[in-house]
């Protein structure tokens, strides 16, 4: 039988315990392995919001098996998963005979590193300019503003910015 590339994502019940997940893990390998199948990657993508509840749960714990395997290790598995009653809902796919499936895993890893990264720095930069507006504002900034007194600046550099207006004249002018 021919081989192929797939990837099954599931959704677990996000209030399963630790090791209820790894026994799931584990039989899907074993599924796979059993019928000449070979685990690619597995990654856990951790409790995310579901677009709409099931089994009135909000959340779910999602997972992404990529592998190769015959027809009959697809049907196995989906079966395995369709009696488990802590998988919400599976979905497989075929990989395209085209596409590597370890570069596109490399490539969507590089993708989410960038991404983390991008996200840190924003977050410290973030944190810089709210530190700088802290500072601006100072300590002195309780009352919140308004018309009498507390704005941004305090009396003297009101007074200090008066004093530097140069008023033009304007009596010799007809």
């Not at 590339?5 to 899907?28: C, G, L, S």
């Not at 579901?50 to 992404?64: N, P, S």
């Not at 008066?162 to 033009?168: H, L, N, R, Y």
């Amino acid at each position: 039988m021919e081989t192929r590339n797939y990837e099954t994502v599931f959704i677990a019940n996000p209030h399963a315990p630790e090791q209820k997940i790894q026994d799931i893990n584990t039989r899907n390998q074993q599924i796979i392995e059993s019928l000449d199948g070979k685990i690619l990657n597995l990654d856990d993508w951790g409790k995310k919001k579901m677009a709409y509840a099931i089994r009135k749960e909000a959340k779910g714990h999602y997972f992404c098996i990529t592998y190769k395997a015959n027809n009959k290790a697809v049907a196995e598995l989906e079966r395995n998963m369709r009696i488990n009653e802590e998988i919400f809902r599976f979905l497989t796919v075929k990989i395209d005979d085209k596409v590597d499936p370890m570069a596109a895993i490399e490539a969507y890893k590089r993708k989410l590193e960038a991404h983390a990264k991008r996200e840190k720095e924003r977050a410290e930069r973030d944190a810089e300019r709210n530190a700088d507006r802290a500072s601006f504002r100072g300590p002195d900034r309780r009352d919140g503003g308004g018309e009498r007194g507390g704005g941004f600046r305090r009396q003297e550099e009101v007074a200090a910015a008066v004093v530097d207006i140069e008023i033009p004249d304007l009596s010799d002018e007809e």
